[in-house]
């Protein structure tokens, strides 16, 4: 079966700092893979999403980026992390069942604290 | 820009009852639908996808999409304290990222 892993669960960095967060997924090759954001309170707004390896779209201009420098390997990343960066990071990964029909599963989530 | 709506709730019902939770979308493009549950601090679980006009079935759950009206709810029957979450429909397409509604909060008392 399939499985997303997403690191770490929890962190707390200081403004300025850079930022890495990773997913992996096992069990699919060529997922389509996805970072969401969700600022407290609020809905899941869609970061980045990745239909292959080296291949990213932004969908909001930020100070984040998004490499895929393997198939199942989606990483986010900050040079200098602003306090509004602060929420729940979620990876996810989607599979194609069929014409219109895909499925997103999530990983646990990394609640990101910018101080 | 393409838009999912759901009323932000509370939606407050007692257990046993009926949740109706509802979603409109703004694509007319867009082919796949889905309800996912999130609780507090948790990550969003999938409970249930439709493609096709009319009702699905799962259990407890039914989800029913009206293309024509762009217009998805999820209906939870017999209603349990545990179904009290944060509901989250998305709407999607081959081949692009689902985009999500800010969630309907369900809070079922016993």
């Known amino acids: 079966s399939q499985t997303i892993h997403q690191w770490p669960a929890t962190l707390v960095q200081p403004v300025g700092s850079p930022l890495s967060l990773e997913c992996t997924v096992e069990?699919?090759?060529?997922?389509?893979l996805y970072w969401y954001r969700q600022a407290a309170g609020r809905g899941l707004q869609l970061l980045f999403y990745?239909?292959?390896?080296?291949?990213i779209s932004s969908e909001v201009p930020q100070n984040l980026s998004a490499s895929r420098p393997q198939d199942r390997q989606f990483i986010l990343s900050s040079k200098k992390l602003l306090l509004s960066d602060s929420g729940f990071y979620l990876c996810?990964?989607?599979?194609?069942?069929?014409?219109?029909?895909?499925?997103?599963?999530f990983g646990q989530g990394t609640r990101l604290t910018v101080v | 820009q393409k838009e999912v709506e759901q009323n932000s709730g509370p939606l407050s019902v007692p257990e046993g009852a009926i949740a109706s939770l509802n979603c409109t979308y703004s694509?007319?493009?867009?082919?796949?639908f889905f309800w996912y549950r999130q609780y507090s601090g948790k990550s969003p679980e999938l409970i249930m996808s439709?493609?096709?006009?009319g009702d699905k079935e799962d259990g407890r759950f039914t989800a029913q999409l009206n293309k024509a009206s762009q217009y998805v709810s999820l209906l939870i029957r017999d209603s349990q304290p545990s179904d009290s979450a944060t509901y989250l429909c998305?709407?999607?397409?081959?081949?692009?990222?689902?985009?999500f509604g800010k969630g309907t909060t369900l809070s079922v008392s016993s």
């Open positions: 069990g699919t090759s060529n997922p389509n």
């Open positions: 990745s239909v292959g390896i080296g291949q």
């Open positions: 694509d007319r493009v867009s082919q796949s």
């Open positions: 439709i493609y096709s006009n």
């Open positions: 996810a990964w989607s599979v194609i069942r069929g014409p219109g029909d895909t499925e997103a599963f």
């Open positions: 998305a709407v999607g397409q081959a081949g692009t990222a689902l985009i």
